[in-house]
């Protein structure tokens, strides 16, 4: 990755002045855009996915139906992934503005508020994927000595599509830790030396 | 946080070479030994409260144990806070070096391992302690429409055990996610102009 080292030469050249510079700092730029706005799309792919599962079984003449509700790990990764997607969409603006504008991000606060939205939503991201992955391993493997009942047994089509939601929330997961990754560079190069 | 305008004063002074510099340095080192010290501790608590975990109960003749191992949640919580508290005892020892020797992280390959292994601990903790709350909340509140037992009204100091673990473990994540922060800082200011 060329860009790291941007402003590592020695001497005293003021950094954001070249015009080289620049031109890495818009490639990096879009490079962030592009991943945003792919998170805004997975996040909301999720969403849908799980918002709009449900199931209907017939057992005997006792008619269940398996709703995202019954299980409140899913409820927490929709309102995650919504809260993810939401966000994406603030950052998107944000981000592409800086694009066309070429405007590079100095200002601390701005840049501390954007590495604490980042971070804050790639934990709360994590933590909705680990719950509802431990939900949907009870529900596929159950636990037998707890006396859990294997619910993917008998609602196959509910655990396949929230399973993709909850696939496509983990990529989005993934490609918001590169993205928190370069929002702390952003902020913490700040403090290196020279503005 | 007066650690954070280290090398912002304008100028080409080169950083690190204040004396006053070195004394903040110095000072941020100790809070750090001091954060990895209090998550090698917790996390051995963790370990160790949840790990020692097991309950006996006799239901008319039927005699059931509950222990950790049945939750597949609570024995990844464990490998993870395990990993944890080994990974603060080396970070501790470097760590400790530095402060002895007075030396400063200027190595870009150390600063960027420091950093992977701290964010990679940090995530792997979250991701543990989504799942264990997870479980927990099920094995507390149950899901009555998956027809999954109350576990916790059967084995009531089995939870509690269980739960302390849970906390413990989720104080020393959260200070780990301060930890990360101060190696991110630490790395990505060698980035910012002059080394």
Known sequence: MSYLGVGVSP???????GTDLKAVDRKVKLVELMLRFVICV???????LVATDSQVQEIFTIRKKAKFTNMKALVFLVVVNAMAAAYSMVQLLRCGLSVVTGSVLLSKPLAWLILSGD????YMMLAALGAALQSAIFAKYSEPELQWMKVCDMYGKFCTQSGEGIASSAVAWLMMVVVTGMSSFSLFRL?????
Do not use: D, M
Request: hydrophobic share 45%; proline share 4%; glycine share 14%.
């Open 42 to 48: 997975l996040a909301l792919v999720s969403v849908l």
């Open 11 to 17: 001497g005293n050249v003021p950094v954001y002045h």
């Open 119 to 122: 971070q804050l939503i790639t």
């Open 191 to 195: 403090y290196g030396g020279n503005k």
